[in-house]
């Protein structure tokens, strides 16, 4: 028996049924898989300073920052940082 098979003889455990043993490794050498709903992403440009890019852009003031929204384009929302 080589040295592999021995380290992953080590590395197994029995789920539910003695009779089957899955490797503990297996996590770790599959990429996890991230669900859609959980992705990270800026909603927002933070900026020091705020303007209008359009005309569809308006500020509001809220908690004490200044916003840009945009009806035309949601890539101008910005906050005040």
Request: proline share 6%; hydrophobic share 35%.
């Amino acid at each position: 028996m080589s040295l592999l098979q021995q380290w992953a003889r080590t590395l197994t455990r029995p789920m539910g049924s003695p009779f089957i043993a899955r490797p503990l490794l297996q996590s770790a050498i599959q990429p996890a898989l991230v669900s859609p709903s959980l992705t990270l992403m800026r909603t927002m440009k933070v900026r020091a300073s705020v303007k209008k890019i359009c005309d569809g852009c308006s500020t509001v003031k809220r908690r004490g920052k200044v916003f840009v929204v945009c009806s035309k384009n949601k890539k101008h929302k910005q906050r005040q940082g």
